[in-house]
């Protein structure tokens, strides 16, 4: 799962060296649910929180593309009730058909993602 939020910077790195400081604080204040140490012997029972996705350098999959498997996926946008009800993967993993069902019943969920924008903490 991937959260996206507006951000107000000019320095490329600060939104990396921030979730950096995130997931590391998270990971210290509940060290049996999360870390922030991508070797997979750490992440055994744990969720990774994958602060490197925030490079400028990183490619990462936009909202509504296709994953390039033999079953292709969708990224797809979702609420946070529906982060609250899963109870496994499959019922957060879409397909194109399933997603053009969502847009039509929820709309598009990340419209106005980018009309507020927030500074960093320091």
Known sequence: MQLYTAIDTNDPAAPSAYAKKLAQQL????PEQVTAVMAKNQRTNR????WSQ?????????????????HPTVSTPITW??????RHVAQLTFTADD??????RHGDLLVGLGDTRTKLPD
């Open 27 to 30: 990971a210290r204040e509940t």
């Open 47 to 50: 969720v990774l929180i994958d």
């Open 54 to 70: 925030n490079n400028p350098a990183k490619t990462t999959v936009a909202p509504y593309s296709l994953r390039g498997r033999d």
């Open 81 to 86: 009730e529906e982060v609250e009800a899963c």
């Open 99 to 104: 997603v053009l069902d969502r847009v039509d």
